[in-house]
């Protein structure tokens, strides 16, 4: 155990630096520097030069981490843009589930046969279709921060839809278990979530005076983001203890609860120090450290290669086109699109649990191992590339205008 610990601080110091140094390097090359973090993990990890592995440690650190960025994410949110964006985003999410889960499924039966309605191999199918669902928001957090967008209605929509997505993935995720084991039962899980938004009505209602008070008595003062951050622990805990619901749901709810205080910038900027110093570059550089590649043959190579396309597409088609239809210009439908299309830890959780059910076959793992690694590197850069086209053609037109 001491020697676990022992490594465990090398580790850190390993990818602390290292994530630095690629994440500065993606800057100079004009990439976000959640890129070059994502980089720094496949390089020092099982993959290239095997400095750090995959440890229990590292791994309740990365949580910590995406917890943090989740809790800011929240504190970040305009409440005037959320509740203008609620109707939108439900829908957003509603059919960014459902695209992916039919193009995974086509996906799986175009490669192994489809099998009869409700059979072991049908349902391995839908599984697959299952995993493509989950949208990771750390990672487009981060991407919307460094550009400055989380605060816009596009970013906030972005943010409010990708919740919203993780919930319903959830969901689906519980009732195809249920085909396979008749002790799940998907109506509790509908339930669980219902309650789960009660439950934080009423506790954000409640806290969210008991901390107007506090900070009207004490302002500015480091006991309020003391506070946060406990808030934010406690709803990350009860989420996924007693409703089933992601953990990061909960931190981002905590996050929504305090964003209308006169602090909330106060409370973002104090825990904004302990995600960029530590806890966000941890998560980034893990989600390379977790990559291997062993085993992989031609077929699986394909597959995963059209995984990874299918599952991309998906999203940008299934909640850009939403978007678009809402009377969303096409370059902001695109970031709609685009900013739901990375996938991270939720994806691995779904994954996880598909192959502790007996869901899919371990093999698959790696195809959302690349499928992370892929739109997690890719989002980033699209988004920044979307949003400086649309700078440029301001530029232009107010030129003109001048």
Known sequence: MKMDKI??????????????????????????????????????????????????????????GVVLLMFGAGLETNMKDLLHTGVKALLIACIGVFVPLAGGTILYGAFYGFGKFGSEHFLQAVFIGTIMTATSVGITVQALKELGKLKGEIGTLIMSSAIIDDVIGIIVLTFVIGFKNPETKPSQVVASTLL?????FAVGFLTYFIFKKIDKKHPHQRRIPILGLALCMALAFAAEEFFGIADITGAYVAGLILCSLKDSEYIARKV???????????????????????????????????FVIVAMAAKVIGCGTTAKLMKYNLSDSLKVGVGMM??????????????????????YFASVILLIIVSSMSTPIILKMLYKKDESKNGIKETVNA
Request: glycine fraction near 10%.
């Open 342 to 363: 990375t996938r991270g830890e939720v994806a691995l959780i779904v994954a996880r649990k598909g192959m502790s059910e007996g869901m899919i076959d371990s093999k």
């Open 272 to 306: 904004d120090i302990n995600s960029y110093m530590m806890f966000g570059p941890i998560f980034f550089a893990s989600i390379g450290v977790k990559t291997t590649f062993d085993g992989f043959d031609p077929e699986l190579l394909l597959f995963s290669v059209c």
């Open 7 to 64: 490594d465990f601080f090398r580790d850190l110091a390993v990818i602390i630096v290292s994530a630095k140094l690629f994440g500065l390097l993606a800057q100079k090359l004009k990439a976000p520097q959640v890129v070059g973090e994502i980089i720094a993990g496949l390089v020092i990890g099982p993959c290239c030069l095997k400095l750090v592995g995959d440890t229990a440690y590292l791994s309740l650190m990365a949580e910590i």
């Open 196 to 200: 789960f938004i009660v439950f934080s």
